[in-house]
């Protein structure tokens, strides 16, 4: 089982800036790729971005693209989303996922039935 240890999360006012952190562990840890994905109150859970372990590779979703970057430490075994430009539209509990049921396509990485650990979340408020 992979646990996962979500960080980095405030209140911030729109414009600025956070980094998150997904901190993984448990056993061996080995994922195909990870993800984060984001929950307003009242909304579906949405998919931000994601990245596969080996070689590096990201899909970020269009309504973060230019603003929001994924990557990874391979040795900490711990992936980022730095979010600059931060919008009040931004605004949501924010989930790591890792452990995908299969090694999909890039493409296919932000769907959340891909992945079968996630994180409890953190908390993210953007002010106007």
């Known amino acids: 089982q992979v646990q996962l240890v979500e960080s980095g999360g405030g209140l911030v006012q729109a414009g600025g800036s956070l980094r998150l952190s997904c901190a993984a562990s448990?056993?061996?840890?080995?994922?195909?790729?990870m993800g984060w994905f984001r929950q307003a109150p009242g909304k579906e859970r949405e998919f931000v971005a994601a990245?596969?372990?080996?070689?590096?590779?990201?899909l970020v979703a269009d309504s973060v693209r230019g603003r929001f970057t994924i990557s990874r430490d391979i040795a900490k075994n711990t992936v980022y989303l730095q979010m600059n430009s931060l919008k009040p539209e931004d605004t949501a509990v924010y989930y790591c996922?890792?452990?995908?049921?299969?090694?999909?396509?890039?493409?296919?990485?932000?769907?959340?039935?891909?992945?079968?650990?996630w994180g409890q979340g953190t908390q993210v408020t953007v002010s106007s």
């Open positions: 990245i596969k372990w080996s070689g590096g590779s990201t």
């Open positions: 996922a890792a452990d995908p049921q299969r090694h999909a396509a890039l493409a296919e990485l932000g769907s959340s039935m891909l992945y079968r650990s």
């Open positions: 448990g056993r061996t840890f080995s994922s195909y790729a």
